[in-house]
């Protein structure tokens, strides 16, 4: 078993930066990839983004959905089973929860491939 929680989230002015982490425990060496989930009321859950680690053998794969490209970075320190998401530029837009997720997903891209999920962070862009 894998539990994860978010950390980070809060009310930012539009233009501004916020960090996002996420801490993993349990059984985390077996799962390499993680990734970072966002649901505003009423939408269904999209992929903000993606990591994968290669095992030291290359740098991490990582991946990010085309609405936050280019304004947001994930990385991760495997010392501190932790995955962190550098949100910058921020738009009313990007207002939701997010969610970190992990497991064995067929599909990165998919949240319903991921099996293991944390309660969520809000995060709040005001114009």
């Known amino acids: 078993q894998v539990q994860l929680v978010e950390s980070g989230g809060g009310l930012v002015q539009v233009g501004g930066s916020l960090r996002l982490s996420c801490t993993a425990s349990?059984?985390?060496?077996?799962?390499?990839?993680m990734g970072w989930f966002r649901q505003a009321p009423g939408k269904e859950r999209e992929f903000v983004g993606t990591i994968v680690w290669s095992g030291g053998r290359s740098g991490d794969s990582i991946d990010y959905g085309d609405s936050v490209k280019g304004r947001f970075i994930i990385s991760r320190d495997n010392t501190k089973n932790t995955m962190y998401l550098q949100m910058n530029s921020l738009k009313p837009e990007d207002t939701a929860v997010y969610y970190c997720?992990?497991?064995?997903?067929?599909?990165?891209?998919?949240?319903?491939?991921?099996?293991?999920w944390g309660q969520g962070t809000q995060v709040r862009v005001s114009s």
């Open positions: 997720a992990t497991g064995y997903p067929a599909r990165l891209r998919f949240a319903s491939d991921y099996q293991y």
């Open positions: 349990g059984r985390t060496f077996s799962f390499p990839a």
